[in-house]
């Protein structure tokens, strides 16, 4: 039986950037649109950033005004991330991520099913109290030669 890939979809931004002082609250609206031909249901979650210090995830500070999106190919549905900034939080940036998985619970015996995930990674930068500490790193810098000859450098 020849392979079917009729799932499309797209979420609009793909970045949130924002700024916030201690307390603040608001909200962000991601766009989920189904680009695809087949009619799909995906679940809405908030993560952390596996690459984010712990102590810098705003996942707590979340919540979406929805767990499941379901979309007909051509529709699209706005979900809705509340964010609520504690008091008192340290100045810096805090991270999360809203991702959208698609689920089929349509799988039949002897069968294979895949899933498509998409995520939208949410910066907070909070002025609070102290100074915001910007700094970066080079975790790995390599020398490889280039397609012309001459040697480059990769971090």
């Known amino acids: 039986m020849p392979a079917r890939a009729d799932l499309g979809f797209s979420v609009m931004p793909g970045l949130i950037d924002l700024q916030a002082t201690p307390g603040a609250t608001g909200s962000q ?36 005004s929805t767990d499941f ?17 504690p008091k008192g939080v340290a100045s ?12 089929n619970d349509d799988v039949a015996a002897n069968s294979a099913a895949l899933a498509g995930q998409l995520g939208v990674g949410l910066l907070l930068t909070v002025e609070g109290d102290g100074e915001i500490t910007r700094e970066g790193r080079i975790t790995q810098f390599a020398p490889v030669l280039e397609a012309d ?7």
């Open 29 to 64: 609206e991601i766009v989920v649109s189904n680009t695809g031909t087949e009619a799909f249901t995906a679940s809405v979650v908030i993560e952390p950033v596996a690459s984010a210090p712990v102590a810098r995830s705003a996942v707590g500070w979340l919540a979406v």
């Open 69 to 85: 999106v379901e979309l007909e190919p051509g529709e699209q549905e706005t979900v809705t991330v509340g964010i609520v900034v």
């Open 92 to 103: 810096g940036g805090y991270y999360a991520r809203v991702s959208f998985t698609t689920l």
């Open 149 to 155: 000859g001459r040697i480059g450098f990769r971090m």
